[in-house]
C-alpha cells in the first residue's frame, strides 16, 4: 500500500476482468486514489460481478450499445444466422462428455469447413479446444480449399499472430482458425467480414467479444454476419441437450442486445 500511494488515478482497460484476484489485489492496495476509471463494452450479467466491480470502480455507467453505434454507423451492421444441426439421438452425461463429441464429428466439422470455405471474404471461425476441435477443423480445411488458413491458438507466438492480422488488413480471401482464448478479446482485426461460432459457449463475455470482432468498419466493409452452430442431439420428446441450452443462452444475449437474428 506504502508504495501505491503515489497514484492519484487508476484506468481499468476490460474491466470486467477486475474480478480476477490479482488485479482485485491492486484495487484493494489504492485506496488513495480519487480517480477511478473501468471501461468495458461487456458485463456479464451476475449480481456479484457487478459488485465486485461497483466497489473497485463506482456505479456503472452505460453511455452506448452496440445497436445504436451500429445505427449511428461507428459499427459495421451485424445479422446473426444460428444454424441448428440435427444429429443422430445421443445422450451424455456431463457437459465436457457433449463437448468432445462435437469437436469429433467429422460430418459437422466438414459443414463448418465448407461453409467458411464458401463464405465470400475474410472468416474467423472460434473454436474453444486445440487438439480436440481447431487442429481437426485446419486438417478438414487443408484438404478442400486452396484459400489461405491461418491456425491461431495459445502456443502461436505473438509475432506470427500480428502476421496473420497484416495479412488479413491487406487481403480478404483468408480463413482464420482461433481459439476463443486469443481471439475473443482484444484483437483488432478490422477487415472481418464473417465470424462462425464452431463452438458452443453460454459466456456472456466471451459470447459478446468474440462478436465484437467482427464489427470493426473499414471503407470497404460496413456489415458482418455471425454464424452460430448449435447442435440437437434430442431424442423424440426428450430433453435438450447440455449446448442447445446453451444456445438459448446466447438467444437472450441478442434480444438483449437487438442484434438481428434467425434460425
Known amino acids: 500500500k506504502g508504495w501505491y500511494r503515489q497514484f492519484d488515478g487508476v484506468i481499468g482497460d476490460e474491466c470486467h476482468n477486475f474480478k480476477a484476484k490479482c488485479l482485485g489485489g491492486i ?3 489504492l485506496p488513495d486514489a480519487k480517480w477511478r476509471y473501468g471501461f468495458t463494452g461487456t458485463l456479464d450479467g451476475k449480481n456479484v460481478h457487478k459488485l465486485i466491480l ?41 457437459y465436457n462428455e457433449e463437448i468432445e463429441r462435437i469437436g469429433l464429428l467429422q460430418e459437422r466439422n466438414d459443414f463448418i469447413c465448407k461453409l467458411a470455405h464458401d463464405l465470400k471474404g475474410n472468416v474467423l471461425v472460434l473454436f474453444a479446444r486445440i487438439e480436440g476441435h481447431g487442429i ?20 502461436v507466438d505473438v509475432q ?35 465470424v462462425v461460432f464452431a463452438s458452443p459457449s ?9 462478436i465484437g470482432r467482427g464489427l470493426r ?17 434430442r ?3 426428450g430433453k435438450n441437450n447440455f449446448t442447445l441450452n446453451h444456445l438459448a443462452e446466447r438467444i437472450k444475449y441478442y434480444c438483449d442486445e437487438n442484434f438481428e437474428y434467425r434460425t
Open 136 to 155: 481437426p477443423l485446419a486438417e478438414t480445411l487443408d484438404q478442400i480449399t486452396d484459400r489461405p488458413v491461418h491456425l491461431i491458438h495459445g502456443e
Open 27 to 29: 484495487m484493494k492496495k
Open 54 to 94: 461497483e466497489g473497485h470502480f463506482g456505479p456503472v455507467y452505460k453511455t452506448t450499445s452496440s445497436s445504436d453505434l451500429m445505427e449511428k454507423g461507428f459499427l459495421a451492421k451485424l445479422k446473426v444466422e444460428i444454424i441448428q444441426l440435427k444429429h443422430n439421438p445421443e445422450s451424455f452425461s456431463n
Open 160 to 194: 506470427t499472430r500480428e502476421e496473420v492480422r497484416s495479412i488479413c488488413e491487406k487481403s480478404d480471401n483468408n480463413i482464420i482458425l482461433g481459439s476463443y482464448g486469443t481471439m475473443s478479446t482484444g484483437v483488432n482485426i478490422k477487415n472481418l467480414h464473417h
Open 217 to 233: 468498419k473499414t471503407k470497404m466493409k460496413d456489415k458482418v454476419k455471425l454464424y452460430d452452430i448449435a447442435d440437437d442431439f
Open 202 to 210: 453460454k459466456s456472456r463475455i466471451r459470447v459478446l467479444q468474440s
Open 235 to 237: 431424442k423424440p420428446h
